[in-house]
């Protein structure tokens, strides 16, 4: 019994002295030092060996992903509260996506309604983002700088890169949207979204498919 309430106790000390933590870099925007290392992992994607044929993988700190998986859901509420509402035929994977169009242009061939269709893919789309494009929308946005500010603190922080075996030195970034991030597809829905407003002011008829992949 002493032995259970000792390490219950335990543990309650250590959920205590995590949300602390998580309290302090809320309030200063930016985590402590030893807490902002990351490795870069390069892992291929159809096997040719082509340096284009790698998927970079950011592993972060398992304090920040729980903190930003917490966070994340913040963030989409706001969101949603200031307009950015979810998209029409939003999907869950690629092939979803395809289908969902697939099945917009049957219903218009069976009800004879012209119809076009035009797809876009961004390739590279999370390593090109540029860190302080992304912080100057948040500001643009009035984003509550307590939830953007430690997430791009952790995205500029000092990285090494890893690959067949072979480590760089450790650099700072600037630009890439972690795809290990909880919040990264939130992110690039963010930047996508004067797109989309785009395309449905200048045609009221078009119908609008986002799909963002998690990596």
Not at 87 to 111: C, I, N, P, T, W
Not at 139 to 159: F, T, V
């Amino acid at each position: 019994s002493t032995r259970k309430e000792s390490s219950a106790a335990s543990d309650v000390y250590k959920r205590q002295m995590v949300a602390t933590l998580y309290e302090l870099v809320e309030a200063e925007g930016r985590w402590p030092s030893n807490c902002r290392q990351g490795e870069v992992v390069m892992l291929p994607k159809q096997g040719s060996g082509a340096p284009l044929d790698f998927r970079p993988i950011v592993l972060l700190p398992a304090l920040y992903r729980l903190w930003a998986a917490i966070r994340a859901k913040v963030l989409r509420r706001w969101m949603l509260t200031n307009g950015f509402t979810m998209v029409e035929g939003g999907s869950k994977d690629a092939e979803d996506h395809g289908l969902l169009a697939a099945l917009f242009m049957e219903e218009a061939d069976a009800e004879g309604e012209a119809y076009a269709l035009a797809a876009t893919d961004y390739s590279k789309a999370y390593d090109r983002v540029y860190l302080n494009d992304l912080q100057a929308m948040a500001e643009a946005l009035k984003l509550p700088r307590w939830l953007w500010g430690p997430m791009l603190d952790m995205y500029r922080a000092p990285r090494h890169l890893k690959l067949c075996g072979a480590v760089g030195k450790m650099d700072t970034p600037t630009n890439g949207l972690p795809p290990g991030c909880p919040a990264a597809t939130d992110w690039q829905g963010l930047r996508t979204w004067p797109w989309l407003l785009k395309v449905r002011g200048d045609t009221p008829l078009a119908i609008c498919l986002l799909y963002t992949s998690p990596s």
